[in-house]
């Protein structure tokens, strides 16, 4: 793997970012804690593993591009990107307060490495795949990393950004659907009929494949592969566990809404074997 990470550290590491995402959480008393969790395995192996970045260089042309459409699991992002160099991790501690950078929802080049300012579901995607094809138009080489939630496809835009992605043959994209099983109010399969979702990217024209999204080894896996030769952008459909790594979250849709306690925080990282 690039940069040294072994399997081992790149699990160290989203130990580290989940027990600072729930720390974050409770310090700023802010929701969407399930949703940032689900996601953290999925964040290491794009940002350890995947991205040719350098956070000593945020804006270089010639870098990767990720967008994190689910702009309500923002905090995982911040510790990410923080871990990853970006910025200083003790500016974590500002998550959510006045005048701090670190919004709640990402505000445009807040912090160096974020990429677009999201949180009204449906519009990563698209501008993912404009990115794609502004670079192709400049004689870039650069890939971009769109990752959705489930419930984000809902979303009519994300279909006809999906027609357009495989029209164009934007090969150097690919979207990772964090299918956690859950949105705001329900079962995702049962508000929408979502399933079968890796049929449904193949059909509007992408190439598609389904992994373990707490696998990291068959995240970098499928995440090096890109683009993967057919021409065609790529569809990973990550399936996953909201909550994931504290036990009493996981696969609770109660940690949509409510933050924990400083009891919780402390249980939390006992789990994480951060205590």
Same mark, same amino acid.
């Given at each position: 793997?690039?940069?040294?990470?072994?399997?081992?550290?790149?699990?160290?590491?989203?130990?580290?970012?989940?027990?600072?995402?729930?720390?974050?959480?409770?310090?700023?008393?802010?929701?969407?804690?399930?949703?940032?969790?689900?996601?953290?395995?999925?964040?290491?192996?794009?940002?350890?593993?995947?991205?040719?970045?350098?956070?000593?260089?945020?804006?270089?042309?010639?870098?990767?591009?990720?967008?994190?459409?689910?702009?309500?699991?923002?905090?995982?992002? /911040?510790?990410?990107?923080? /871990?990853?160099?970006?910025?200083?991790?003790?500016?974590?501690?500002?998550?959510?307060?006045?005048?701090?950078?670190?919004?709640?929802?990402?505000?445009?080049?807040?912090?160096?490495?974020?990429?677009?300012?999201?949180?009204?579901?449906?519009?990563?995607?698209?501008?993912?795949?404009?990115?794609?094809?502004?670079?192709?138009?400049?004689?870039?080489?650069?890939?971009?990393?769109?990752?959705?939630?489930?419930?984000?496809?809902?979303?009519?835009?994300?279909?006809?950004?999906?027609?357009?992605?495989?029209?164009?043959?934007?090969?150097?994209?690919?979207?990772?659907?964090?299918?956690?099983?859950?949105?705001?109010?329900?079962?995702?399969?049962?508000?929408?009929?979502?399933?079968?979702?890796?049929?449904?990217?193949?059909?509007?024209?992408?190439?598609?494949?389904?992994?373990?999204?707490?696998?990291?080894?068959?995240?970098?896996?499928?995440?090096?592969?890109?683009?993967?030769?057919?021409?065609?952008?790529?569809?990973?459909?990550?399936?996953?566990?909201?909550?994931?790594?504290?036990?009493?979250?996981?696969?609770?849709?109660?940690?949509?809404?409510?933050?924990?306690?400083?009891?919780?925080?402390?249980?939390?990282?006992?789990?994480?074997?951060?205590?």
């Amino acid at each position: 793997m690039r940069d040294g990470e072994g399997l081992e550290e790149l699990d160290r590491i989203a130990r580290e970012i989940r027990g600072r995402v729930v720390e974050m959480s409770h310090r700023a008393k802010t929701p969407h804690l399930g949703s940032a969790l689900s996601c953290v395995d999925i964040l290491v192996a794009v940002y350890w593993a995947t991205l040719r970045i350098d956070p000593r260089n945020p804006r270089d042309r010639e870098r990767d591009r990720f967008i994190l459409s689910k702009g309500h699991a923002v905090s995982a992002l /911040y510790a990410a990107l923080a /871990y990853r160099g970006f910025f200083p991790v003790a500016q974590l501690e500002t998550f959510n307060e006045a005048g701090s950078a670190l919004a709640e929802q990402p505000s445009p080049a807040c912090v160096a490495g974020l990429e677009l300012a999201t949180g009204s579901l449906g519009h990563g995607l698209s501008v993912g795949l404009g990115m794609a094809f502004a670079g192709r138009l400049a004689g870039l080489r650069h890939r971009v990393v769109v990752l959705m939630s489930d419930g984000e496809c809902n979303e009519g835009s994300v279909w006809e950004a999906a027609l357009l992605g495989a029209s164009l043959k934007l090969g150097q994209v690919a979207t990772i659907v964090d299918y956690n099983k859950w949105q705001a109010t329900g079962r995702s399969n049962e508000i929408m009929a979502l399933a079968p979702l890796r049929e449904k990217w193949e059909a509007f024209g992408w190439s598609a494949y389904e992994v373990d999204g707490h696998d990291l080894k068959a995240l970098v896996q499928v995440l090096d592969n890109v683009p993967d030769g057919s021409g065609k952008p790529v569809a990973v459909v990550a399936h996953t566990v909201k909550g994931k790594g504290v036990s009493f979250m996981e696969d609770d849709n109660n940690w949509h809404y409510r933050s924990p306690t400083a009891e919780e925080v402390r249980q939390a990282r006992i789990e994480l074997d951060l205590a």
